[in-house]
């Protein structure tokens, strides 16, 4: 039968890597159901559509028996993965008939080109290969593949590149981003789950296979190593079982063997990428009990050449704590690449050689990996059953409790055991409610659980500081505490918890109804978020809502300032509401008598640049969407044309600095990035005018994180961002939850708790300076005078103590909102979205 599968050069019309030529992903998707065809080596399933419609693939490679039996296998794999109850003996008949699961994961990054290249030539030499090597994999490993993480980039990318093909500008970056929301930022997403490739690749790892390895390919800088594979570098983070890092290093050690092996030079080891680093999958999988690891291949100017001299290849910055510090020979980097012409072809290859070494050492130790397994997973029990912390208690009834709802079902994609309570219990001396969660530690899965939920530290040691002292930056985020970004109360409780206790799998939504009946109207909760979901709604009805501006009391019910007013006649719709969102209307017996207002809802736009785009932007752009809320995309040229408040009520300037949202100072950037005259980007000085025209006509800018720079640098507000230009020594706050005061009174705060916290990265800090116009900006959220960190890192507190983290400033007829920190970061800082939403509807 394999003599009939068509090889990928015959296929395509050319080899993969050839120089200037990119398969496209609709052609090799063509290629992969064709192998299906030709070979029963090789199963394909279509997950379903991507973000923007295209086919998101998983790929089985293995043995035609092992494929027959497939259900089977996977079953005795989840066992393995999972051995409570069973004993030593049947986890051995387990191992004895099981199959080491491998899943490698390609394409991901759009621009970095090269893995999805290598795909189709890696499943074609497994599928015909007969060697006893081969054959060996194919009998003992179950080979996953996602030969494309990102289809929507891959065809922008491919694209992009064959329009440039012999110009100037050939080989040259997007000018957007490469996924429609998230663009690079798509392998943040791994614990929150808000794209649907996210989504995919959980399910694949994290409910239906547990593999026992993950590899994401990838593509780095130009003028480096010719290629990274495991292990990490420092430092380390907490909470994986110890055998993951050693099996990450035996991988790392066993792919750069069969690299020297193959004469492939430049290959890095244990170098650049830290373990602690952000939760994208390769990382998320270590507290799965998945040893994940990437490879990172040099990067070329995507399928077009590039010469480089051997005096500008060079080690990494502050290489010596990424044991990188030069580019010579060391033991983690022992036969540097000398220089010369760097190509597609060269990445093609040497990841091929990557992801084969790893299968091959996936089938020489089968019974070894597939017994760390079971080890990890009991050891993580073990550990988990005698920690200080025995669970996690999670109330329904909380702020925001459709929220609560939203966090349990994140948790639960993760593949958590999570149980209800049936009815009141105790723990820590406090009685609990019954619909109370209960996350207990004692589950193979307890380091995920930490992860995501622990209150979590930064360290603050060697390895994060330079010899002078300086703070060494982490790799992203300093933590990733879901709970907290989404302003979820989460308990710990000491030992076992005991009760009534059912398992949740899966989450509904609270049941939402209409109590009572109302010729008047109906309130709904502006505490949470999903309201402003229900007004949105209301209002592309033609429904016209109130909004209550002093808290009320409704038979029983207490209702806080912020409180929307249905009217009665909009009950049908409120009850369908009800329906799919889970939230309450409570009917009103006689006409309000507290003060309201008409919600009103604000025409939005959003900057966008180019300059390879803006994931801020992008994310803002995701969550407006989810939450309903119309807006508008303005360009450069938008911007420009002025006149702004004849389409819109509010402008948000993403997180940016100054200079690339002016195009400022940016000119020999964009020259040197080789971009097209047509996106190299700034709204120039005609921009600055038109919108500080549209504020002193009434308008809102809302400037988030760093692009209050820009508000206050070109209004000249009588406000100062107390952080710019300070030294990291002096403050430092690398992607951290803090502690903040909320003005709940004022309408921009309507729905806050009193204290909450903030996700504060890269942003600003400010002081209202004197003037005789003080009462002109008024402070919404501020910082208390101490213990401001709850987790991730913080040099320097008393820099911020008391000092404020949003302004709302009165310019001419308008005002200018200063968020200095991320309200709305990456779609996943549910406990400060409302902050933004209350700027949109007033």
């Given amino acids: 039968m394999n ?433 109370t969660y209960c996350i207990p530690l004692n589950q193979p899965k307890m380091g995920v659980i930490k992860t995501l939920l622990e209150r979590t530290f930064f360290p603050d040691d060697a390895w994060t500081r330079s010899p002078d002292g300086t703070p060494v930056r982490p790799y992203d985020t300093a933590t990733d505490t879901i709970a907290e970004i989404m302003g979820v109360d989460v308990e710990s409780a000491s030992g076992s918890v005991e009760g009534s206790f059912e398992a949740v799998t899966t989450s509904d939504p609270l049941t939402g109804q209409l109590v009572g009946a109302s010729a008047v109207g109906y309130l709904f909760d502006g505490r949470l978020n999903d309201s402003f979901s229900a007004v949105n709604r209301l209002v592309a009805k033609g429904v016209q809502v109130r909004r209550l501006d002093q808290a009320i009391t409704v038979g029983d019910q207490w209702f806080t300032a912020g409180t929307f007013v249905a009217p009665a006649e909009s009950a049908d719709e409120l009850q369908a509401i009800a329906r799919d969102s889970g939230i309450t209307f409570y009917a009103l017996q006689r006409e309000l008598e507290a003060e309201h207002h008409p919600a009103k809802q604000q025409r939005i736009g959003i900057y966008q640049r180019y300059w390879g785009g803006n994931m801020d932007e992008g994310w803002t752009r995701l969550l407006l969407e989810q939450f309903g809320f119309p807006y508008q995309t303005l360009k450069d040229d938008d911007i420009k044309a002025g006149n702004l408040n004849q389409h819109m009520d509010v402008l948000i300037l993403p997180h940016d600095s100054t200079d690339l949202i002016t195009g400022e100072e940016i000119e020999e950037r964009l020259k040197e990035a080789n971009v097209p005259p047509e996106y190299r980007s700034g709204i120039g000085e005609e921009g600055i005018k038109a919108i500080k025209q549209f504020v002193e006509d009434g308008g809102t800018l809302v400037a988030l994180n760093q692009a209050c720079d820009f508000a206050i640098e070109k209004f000249d507000l009588r406000i100062r961002n107390i952080l710019k230009d300070k030294p990291s020594k002096a403050f430092f706050c690398p992607g951290s939850t803090l502690k903040a005061q909320i003005d709940t009174d004022h309408p921009l705060a309507y729905g806050m708790p009193e204290e909450a916290l903030i996700c504060f990265w890269s942003g600003p800090a400010f002081e209202v300076l004197p003037s005789a116009f003080n009462d002109r900006d008024t402070i919404i959220v501020q910082y208390p005078e101490k213990d401001i960190l709850q987790s991730g890192g913080l040099v320097g507190e008393d820099q911020i103590a008391e000092k404020a983290a949003m302004i709302s400033a009165q310019y001419g007829a308008g005002r200018v909102i200063l968020f200095g920190f991320r309200p709305q970061h990456r779609a996943q800082t549910h406990g400060t979205f409302k902050l933004l939403f209350n700027a949109l509807i007033v």
């Avoid at 992903?25 to 064709?34: A, S």
């Avoid at 004993?87 to 008949?93: L, M, N, T, V, W």
């Avoid at 910055?317 to 760097?342: E, L, S």
């Avoid at 929220?403 to 209800?420: E, P, R, S």
């Fill in 3 to 435: 003599e009939q599968v068509t090889v990928p050069e015959a296929f395509f019309g050319f080899q993969l890597g050839t120089d200037r030529k990119i398969a496209r992903w609709d052609k090799i998707v063509d290629y992969f159901w064709q192998l299906a065809k030709q070979s029963d080596k090789i199963q394909v399933i279509d997950m379903g559509p991507s973000t923007e419609g295209h086919p998101f693939l998983l790929v089985i490679i293995s043995s035609p028996a092992n494929l027959a039996n497939l259900a089977h296998l996977q079953e005795i794999n989840a066992q393995i993965s999972d051995p409570r109850g069973l004993s030593e003996e049947a986890i051995k008949q387990l191992v004895s008939e099981g199959k080491t699961v491998i899943y490698q994961s390609m394409g991901l990054h759009a621009t970095e080109i090269g893995s999805t290249q290598m795909a189709p030539e890696l499943a074609y030499d497994l599928i015909t290969r007969d060697d006893e090597e081969t054959q060996r994999i194919l009998d003992d490993v179950i080979c996953l593949f996602t030969p494309c993480f990102n289809p929507d980039g891959q065809l922008m990318v491919t694209d992009w590149y064959n329009q440039y093909i012999d110009t100037e500008y050939e080989g040259c970056t997007l000018p957007w981003l490469y996924h429609k929301y998230a663009g690079h930022d798509n392998n943040r997403d791994a614990f929150m789950l808000n794209l649907v490739e996210s989504r995919y690749v959980a399910q694949i790892m994290f409910q239906e296979w547990h593999p026992q390895v993950y590899q994401d390919h990838h593509e780095m800088g130009t003028y480096g190593a010719r290629l990274y594979v495991a292990p990490y570098c420092e430092p380390i983070h907490p909470h994986a079982d110890p055998l993951i890092w050693r099996e990450i290093s035996w991988c790392g050690a066993h792919m750069a063997y069969k690299l020297e092996e193959a004469g492939v030079t430049g290959v890095l080891n244990a170098a650049m990428f830290p373990a602690w680093s952000h939760l994208g999958f390769h990382w998320m999988g270590n507290y799965h009990n998945i040893a994940s690891l990437l490879t990172e291949s040099a990067h070329t100017q995507l399928a077009t050449p590039i010469y480089i001299h051997k005096g500008q290849l060079q080690g990494q910055a502050d290489g010596t704590r990424r044991a990188f510090p030069h580019y010579k020979a060391q033991t983690n980097f022992p036969h540097p690449w000398p220089g010369g012409w760097w190509r597609l072809r060269d990445i093609v290859e040497q990841q091929r050689i990557s992801a084969w070494g790893l299968l091959d050492l996936a089938a020489r130790h089968r019974d070894t990996i597939l017994w760390n397994a079971y080890l990890k997973a009991k050891q993580q029990t073990a550990r988990g059953a005698a920690g200080k912390t025995g669970a996690y208690l999670i109330r329904s009834a909380q702020h925001d409790p459709l929220t609560v709802v939203k966090l349990i079902n994140k948790l639960l994609a993760q593949g958590m055991d999570i149980q209800k309570a049936t009815q009141d219990f105790t723990a820590n001396g406090l009685t609990y409610p019954a619909g």
